[in-house]
T-cell receptor
Framework: NAGVMQNPRHLVRRRGQEARLRCSPMKGHSHVYWYRQLPEEGLKFMVYLQKENIIDESGMPKERFSAEFPKEGPSILRIQQVVRGDSAAYFC??????????????FGDGTRLSIL | DQQVKQNSPSLSVQEGRISILNCDYTNSMFDYFLWYKKYPAEGPTFLISISSIKDKNEDGRFTVFLNKSAKHLSLHIVPSQPGDSAVYFCAARRIQGGSEKLVFGKGTKLTVNP
């Protein structure tokens, strides 16, 4: 009965490197959401995906950031050429399919990204 | 432009007393409101929610009240326990054009003293 699994829990990168964050949704969930939390802030929506489709990426920076949720395997949030301002906690959430019922999003424990 | 506001960064209460956490929102398009609890180094854990068509939802020690005319909701915890000490986030759901997203407040850190 695993919940939302994110890895790695901590990731350290130097400026200019690439960061890849992974998220496996809860069993039976096909909707995945990525959020970013800066220190002393709330979570900010980045992107909403369903299997093989990006539904809404309005919260994601246009450059350097991309997300995917392939037919097989976890969802990936990819940040290219990282900069210090990318340092944050990145949380993934999932919810079940089936329309717009009152099903809450369930969150993983996040990936703490630190840029040196 | 913050659409969901939690104006109290912190709250301290005595064990056994009531904790009241407040949240204000500006967007009348939100249809569903949620409270999440978060411990350090963990992800937010869903606590309780309320639909915009209701004014109260209760689950054990937790009750959420919604005042739509004032665009205000509150979470009541009674009686408060030391294990309730955490950061509480208010979130509002927006559905638009086939998308669904949560808008979060900045959180209120609750400390329950034994």
């Amino acid at each position: 009965n695993a919940g939302v699994m994110q890895n790695p829990r901590h990731l350290v990168r130097r400026r200019g490197q690439e960061a890849r964050l992974r998220c496996s949704p809860m069993k039976g969930h096909s909707h995945v959401y990525w959020y970013r939390q800066l220190p002393e802030e709330g979570l900010k929506f980045m992107v909403y995906l369903q299997k093989e489709n990006i539904i809404d990426e309005s919260g994601m920076p246009k450059e350097r950031f991309s997300a995917e949720f392939p037919k097989e395997g976890p969802s990936i949030l990819r940040i290219q050429q990282v900069v210090r301002g990318d340092s944050a906690a990145y949380f993934c959430a999932s919810s079940p399919p089936g329309g717009r019922g009152n099903q809450p999003q369930h969150f993983g424990d996040g990936t703490r990204l630190s840029i040196l | 432009d913050q659409q969901v506001k939690q104006n109290s960064p912190s709250l301290s209460v005595q064990e056994g007393r009531i904790s009241i956490l407040n949240c204000d929102y500006t967007n009348s398009m939100f249809d569903y409101f949620l409270w999440y609890k978060k411990y350090p180094a963990e992800g937010p854990t869903f606590l309780i929610s309320i639909s915009s068509i209701k004014d109260k939802n209760e689950d054990g020690r937790f009750t959420v009240f919604l005042n739509k005319s004032a665009k205000h909701l509150s979470l009541h915890i009674v009686p408060s326990q030391p294990g309730d000490s955490a950061v509480y986030f208010c979130a509002a759901r927006r559905i638009q054009g086939g998308s669904e997203k949560l808008v979060f407040g900045k959180g209120t850190k609750l400390t329950v003293n034994p």
